[in-house]
């Protein structure tokens, strides 16, 4: 580190008393890693049961049908056009064989994005129901923001070496903010005379949470988990880098061999799982009367007059 400062040294006149902001880090971690290692050893054994596991089910199913599967819930929660579109895209992936891959990552998504969203959600509906709690979370989710996404994998990589662990845990946390976000703004937005209304019945606040709050919200907060969930997705390339398995591990490979072939199959595999995950959210987050009237919209043919 001194010898980079030394060669990059502009001058006595350039400079300020350098401030050891990289070394009370590194010494921070170093303490924390050897005064909590029994609940980092868990958190990565919990970590890789849920994924592996969560793998090993995908795996375990035949490729043809569970694309089918999964093509049919598109068909059933969106329409007919997604489901075979959703159907071709796996096939494509099937046939260009990186099946596999490809449910190492969505077992990865899925898992970092459910966490980040069990944490999203409470946080957010807290920072709605309070200023106190709002001004307090909103610079930590700025920092996390408009911190680079490959920062997040040095720290996990300390504090859980090299592998699928810091990979899922740099994806949850990436993934996070924009839940919190689109949580706490969801909840803000819904008419106050409602909530008051709920509040002239006597209702608690509780129910108002429960009964008119979050399911006035919901399409804001679904919007919230689809950004999540992108945002994972992108990450668990990222995390390729530092071990992870999938497409990001093949995009890795791609990369350091300078090949094209890998690299763009890797990607459009990639993208395949991104337009299912992200349709399949936005239709979730709709109501069922919009996601009714899209249905009826795609298997409906054009009237004709006698």
Request: zero cysteines.
């Amino acid at each position: 580190m001194s010898e980079l400062l030394a060669a990059t040294d502009p001058g006595p006149l350039d400079t300020l008393p350098r401030v050891p902001v990289g070394e009370a880090v590194e010494t921070a971690f170093d303490w924390v890693t050897d005064t909590f290692d029994v609940v980092f050893d868990a958190v990565s054994a919990a970590v890789e049961w849920a994924v592996e596991g969560l793998t090993a089910g995908l795996t375990a199913v035949p490729a043809l049908l569970l694309a089918v599967v999964l093509a049919g819930v598109g068909l059933a929660v969106r329409s007919v056009r997604f489901g075979v579109g959703s159907l071709l895209g796996f096939a494509l992936v099937i046939s260009m064989e990186l099946w596999p891959q490809a449910m190492q990552t969505l077992a990865l998504v899925l898992v970092a994005a459910a966490v980040a969203t069990a944490v999203a959600v409470p946080v957010g509906i807290a920072a709605a129901r309070s200023d106190r709690v709002s001004a307090l979370v909103r610079p930590v989710l700025d920092f996390m923001q408009t911190m680079p996404a490959f920062v997040y994998l040095v720290p996990a990589v300390v504090l859980f070496s090299i592998g699928l662990v810091p990979g899922v845990i740099t994806t949850i946390v990436f993934a996070l903010p924009p839940g919190v976000r689109l949580t706490e703004l969801g909840i803000r937005g819904v008419d106050a005379e409602v909530v008051e209304a709920g509040h002239a019945f006597g209702s608690t606040p509780g129910q108002i949470l429960r009964g008119i709050q979050l399911p006035l919200a919901r399409p804001t907060i679904m919007a919230g988990v689809n950004q999540v969930i992108m945002l994972a997705l992108s990450m668990s390339v990222i995390a390729g880098i530092v071990g992870a398995p999938g497409l990001g591990q093949v995009v890795v490979t791609g990369i350091s061999r300078l090949d094209l072939a890998v690299g763009f199959e890797a990607g459009l595999s990639v993208v395949v799982l991104a337009i299912w995950l992200d349709r399949l959210t936005a239709a979730l987050g709709g109501s069922r009367r919009t996601r009714r009237r899209s249905r009826t919209r795609a298997a409906r043919t054009p009237a004709t007059t006698p």
